[in-house]
């Protein structure tokens, strides 16, 4: 079975940075992407990023710039930098993976980790 692990979560005053890891394992077939959703409190889950063959990265445009992800496909492990961190960030993050798709909230996101929450203060 496919697990995700997300760990890195904290609290953080604005303009600040955070490292979530994501720990991969399973079989994770070839074709599958990764990604990395955040759900806010009383709002729905969201996509944040996608990567492609560990390389090829997707953004939804309210993160480009300032989250980076990646795989390091070494430790099976997927990352998403997070800088200049604002209050609006704060949520859960989830790290996902599965198929492609059209929809941008639910290509990569077949299987789901626990989440990790991420507090940005003022």
């Known amino acids: 079975q496919v697990q995700l692990v997300e760990s890195g979560g904290g609290a953080v005053q604005a303009g600040g940075s955070l490292r979530l890891s994501c720990a991969v394992s399973?079989?994770?077939?070839?074709?599958?992407?990764m990604g990395w959703s955040r759900q806010a409190p009383g709002k729905q889950r969201e996509a944040l990023a996608a990567?492609?063959?560990?390389?090829?990265?997707m953004y939804r445009p309210s993160a480009k710039g300032r989250f980076t992800i990646s795989l390091d496909s070494a430790k099976n492990i997927l990352y998403l930098q997070m800088n200049a961190l604002k209050p609006e960030d704060t949520a859960v993050y989830y790290c996902?993976?599965?198929?492609?798709?059209?929809?941008?909230?639910?290509?990569?996101?077949?299987?789901w980790g626990q989440g990790t929450q991420v507090s940005v203060s003022s």
């Open positions: 990567i492609y063959n560990g390389e090829t990265t």
């Open positions: 399973g079989d994770i077939p070839s074709s599958y992407c």
């Open positions: 996902s993976t599965g198929e492609d798709g059209t929809s941008w909230e639910t290509m990569c996101r077949d299987y």
